[in-house]
């Protein structure tokens, strides 16, 4: 007899459409940004996707995050940088249907440089972001 195991949200049929993306703001994120979860939980073991919307001009600065990632670009230009100073000579520009593997605690930073992106997470939680300088991290700041 053959077992399937399901990971959590993903024993069953279910479909996600663009008017069901429930975006919000991450305490980890610029005010502005926005995050949604479409599959899984990324706060406990196993996989998720989200999806983050970075507005025009903003930038996310240096941070890792320890699991390994892979970003698909949906809309707009991905701005990403690897290292542990932001630099806006060194990003990278991606464009839609682009796919990026960024392996776990590798430093980076990104940037809506020519307006604003959306990009598709796939990875194994729990998601976890540590900004390099921790004046840049959204939750240290008083409100």
Do not use: C
């Not at 077992?3 to 305490?27: C, G």
């Amino acid at each position: 007899m053959v077992q399937t195991h399901h990971q959590p949200d993903q024993a069953a049929f279910k479909s996600v459409l663009p008017d069901d993306i429930n975006w919000k703001p991450f305490p980890a994120f610029p005010p502005s940004v926005r995050l949604a979860v479409v599959v899984g939980d990324p706060s406990e073991p196993g996989p998720y996707v989200i999806r983050v919307k970075v507005p025009s001009g903003v930038k996310l600065m240096p941070h890792k995050h320890p699991e390994d990632r892979v970003y698909t670009v949906l809309s707009g230009v991905f701005y990403i940088g690897l290292g542990d100073r932001f630099d806006g000579d060194k990003v990278q520009a991606y464009p839609p249907g682009s796919v990026i593997v960024l392996p776990g605690n590798t430093a980076h930073f990104h940037w809506a440089k020519s307006g604003e992106y959306v990009t598709q997470v796939t990875a194994n939680g729990p998601l976890g972001l540590e900004y390099l300088a921790p004046g840049d991290d959204p939750r240290q700041q008083k409100h």
